[in-house]
């Protein structure tokens, strides 16, 4: 093993300063890191503080390798790449070979002393919220923030981790023919609360697909990238739809940095520590407003709201027209025609001219994950609606929950040639 050199006392102080600084701006970086919500230099900046946060040296991370696998790395690993291959806010990860295996695993392991230092940033980041919401932006920021409060405040079990990920994996499994993504298998027997070891899967992150389709001497404007591309987006956005819709139970961090693409534009997601399990009565009431976004219907947006403890204030003159695009802006990916980035914040934006008063903690979790789905496909250069790819899912959960009449044929037909409608608009 290849040990990273020691560094001097004054060094090590100022590494943990920027790592502190580092981890603040990506608690930041949770909420506006998308392309669709801020500058692009900015988001450039804030995706890459999502996954490639400092490493901490090898040194300090071996001890509680072995304190909590019981064994010392030479006894555990046939090989163990003391370099990560990645460095996020709370984990690094590593490459190895468990001894007797033919296969590579990925060793996750918890910065030391990581979790006070979040739970700092996530309070002083409540104090902003509290701030900006008397001021500038009328919504409810401090719920927001304590939702993170209790995400985040997951991610630091990291059995609670591997739970979520043979769960969603065996969902996925369970509800397709061929499942829409990968899920990392976890290797039971290596998981603590700050050790996760998990099966290696080869891929390149998605914000590299351009540079590796050009590789591969692809045309990347051509129609062979552009059914990669496709073939991508929907494998992730029907995951997504039926883990929301159909089980409640889902990943909610699909940021950049957790998505690999395989051979055969297969999509894995990795990184299962922000998982959300909403309840039933706020799942139903998500399938009613996809429902009415997909048909237009500003006054079933309405009623949604309601049912969903979404509390909003208007002074605006078409109030009911603004309330569906702000439904549209905070649930749905699909761009309005001419427009190549939302700017919610602009003073001619539907947030500006209705105050959110109160929203739903649990509902932030749905809200960050379609912001982030609207943003990978910005930079796939597809706009599609995920409420009509949704709608035939959000029917079958209002059918089951005795909300709606069985479409049967009609919906099933319509989820079918949902992206070959789409695509073909492109």
């Known amino acids: 093993m290849r040990r990273s050199r020691r560094k001097c006392?004054?060094?090590?102080?100022n590494l943990q300063l920027r790592r502190y600084m580092l981890r603040a701006l990506t608690?930041?970086?949770?909420?506006?890191?998308?392309?669709?919500?801020?500058?692009?230099?900015?988001?450039?900046?804030l995706v890459t503080l999502c996954d490639r946060a400092p490493a901490t040296p090898f040194d300090a991370i071996q001890p509680v390798l072995e304190k909590e696998l019981g064994q010392s790395i030479g006894e555990i690993f046939e090989r163990f790449d003391v370099d990560p291959i990645g460095s996020a806010s709370i984990a690094q990860v590593h490459r190895a070979r468990l001894r007797g295996d033919k296969n590579d695993v990925v060793v996750k392991v918890q910065h030391p002393g990581v979790?006070?230092?979040?739970?700092?940033?996530?309070?002083?980041?409540?104090?902003?919220?509290?701030?900006?919401?008397?001021?500038d932006v009328k919504f409810d920021l401090y719920s927001v923030t304590k939702e993170m409060e209790k995400q985040i405040g997951y991610e630091f079990d990291f059995t609670r981790e591997a739970d979520a990920m043979e769960r969603i994996k065996r969902f996925l499994y369970e509800n397709n023919k061929k499942r829409?993504?990968?899920?990392?298998?976890?290797?039971?027997?290596?998981?603590?609360?700050?050790?996760?070891?998990?099966?290696?899967?080869?891929?390149?992150?998605?914000?590299?697909?351009?540079?590796?389709?050009?590789?591969?001497?692809?045309?990347?404007?051509g129609k062979l990238a552009a059914a990669a591309k496709q073939k991508i987006l929907e494998s992730l956005t029907l995951a997504y739809g039926q883990m929301i819709l159909?089980?409640?139970?889902?990943?909610?961090d699909p940021h950049p940095g957790n998505i690999l693409i395989c051979k055969g534009s297969e999509v894995a997601l990795l990184d299962y520590g922000q998982v959300k399990d909403l309840p039933d009565k706020l799942r139903i009431g998500y399938?009613?407003?996809?429902?009415?976004?997909?048909?237009?219907?500003?006054?079933?947006?309405?009623?949604s709201y309601r049912e969903l403890g979404i509390e909003t204030l208007s002074n605006c003159k078409d109030e009911q027209n603004e309330l569906f695009k702000l439904a549209q802006t905070m649930f749905d990916t699909k761009l309005p025609p001419g427009v190549v980035m939302l700017q919610p914040f602009a003073e001619d934006s539907s947030i500006k001219k209705v105050a959110?008063?109160?929203?739903?903690?649990?509902?932030?979790s749905i809200l960050r994950t379609?912001?982030?789905?609207?943003?990978?496909?910005?930079?796939?250069?597809?706009?599609?609606?995920?409420?009509?790819?949704?709608?035939?899912?959000?029917?079958?959960?209002?059918?089951?929950?005795?909300?709606?009449k069985d479409k049967g044929v009609k919906s099933r037909a319509r989820q079918s040639g949902f992206f070959r409608r789409i695509f073909s608009q492109q």
Request: proline fraction near 6%; include cysteine; charged fraction near 20%.
């Open 9 to 13: 006392g004054r060094c090590n102080t």
């Open 287 to 303: 399938a009613n407003l996809i429902l009415a976004i997909a048909d237009n219907d500003p006054i079933k947006a309405s009623e």
């Open 115 to 135: 979790q006070d230092l979040m739970m700092t940033d996530i309070r002083n980041l409540q104090a902003f919220a509290l701030y900006i919401q008397k001021t």
């Open 180 to 221: 829409p993504v990968l899920v990392p298998r976890v290797i039971r027997d290596m998981v603590t609360r700050r050790v996760l070891v998990m099966e290696y899967i080869d891929g390149i992150p998605i914000l590299n697909l351009g540079d590796e389709i050009a590789k591969r001497g692809i045309n990347p404007g």
């Open 27 to 45: 608690l930041i970086a949770q909420i506006i890191g998308k392309p669709d919500l801020a500058p692009a230099a900015w988001v450039r900046r």
């Open 356 to 364: 959110v008063q109160a929203f739903p903690e649990e509902l932030f």
């Open 370 to 404: 379609v912001h982030l789905l609207r943003g990978l496909s910005v930079g796939l250069g597809i706009n599609y609606s995920c409420a009509d790819q949704w709608r035939p899912i959000a029917e079958e959960a209002l059918v089951r929950a005795g909300r709606l």
């Open 246 to 252: 159909k089980s409640g139970f889902f990943h909610a």
